[in-house]
């Protein structure tokens, strides 16, 4: 069965595209230029995410839960070395309104 989402041919994805196009020129006017590209992870597109990869390099893949008190995928690609930070995101009762907790349900996730 085809995918049904469009990937690098849909509207953003097309955006994405010229993006790395633009990266393109950009250096190779100026090959000491240091650029962070930061996308979904759509590795389940394996086409459209190859074609990245081929033009970007191999990314950084981090999960936002692992800094932050939000889950979401993302992939960075950079020529530049980034050191990570380490695996605390702390209490998320922290980030709470005053008066305000979480309330965790048995599957260990919080909710309002």
């Given at each position: 069965?085809?995918?049904?989402?469009?990937?690098?041919?849909?509207k953003?994805g097309?955006?994405?595209?010229?993006?790395?196009?633009v990266l393109?020129?950009?250096?190779?006017h100026?090959?000491?230029?240091?650029?962070?590209?930061?996308?979904?992870?759509?590795?389940?597109?394996?086409?459209?995410?190859?074609e990245?990869?081929?033009?970007?390099?191999?990314p950084?893949?981090?999960?936002?839960?692992?800094y932050?008190?939000?889950?979401?995928?993302?992939?960075?690609?950079?020529?530049?070395?980034?050191?990570?930070?380490?695996h605390?995101?702390?209490?998320?009762?922290?980030?709470?309104d005053e008066?305000?907790?979480?309330?965790w349900?048995?599957?260990?996730e919080?909710?309002?």
């Amino acid at each position: 069965m085809k995918d049904p989402r469009p990937g690098l041919d849909g509207k953003r994805g097309m955006v994405f595209r010229q993006c790395i196009q633009v990266l393109r020129w950009v250096l190779k006017h100026n090959p000491e230029c240091q650029f962070m590209v930061e996308n979904v992870v759509f590795d389940g597109m394996p086409e459209h995410w190859n074609e990245v990869c081929a033009a970007l390099g191999q990314p950084i893949l981090v999960n936002a839960s692992n800094y932050s008190f939000t889950t979401r995928n993302r992939a960075y690609w950079t020529n530049f070395t980034v050191v990570m930070p380490a695996h605390a995101p702390g209490n998320p009762d922290s980030c709470m309104d005053e008066g305000r907790v979480l309330i965790w349900l048995s599957s260990n996730e919080p909710t309002l």
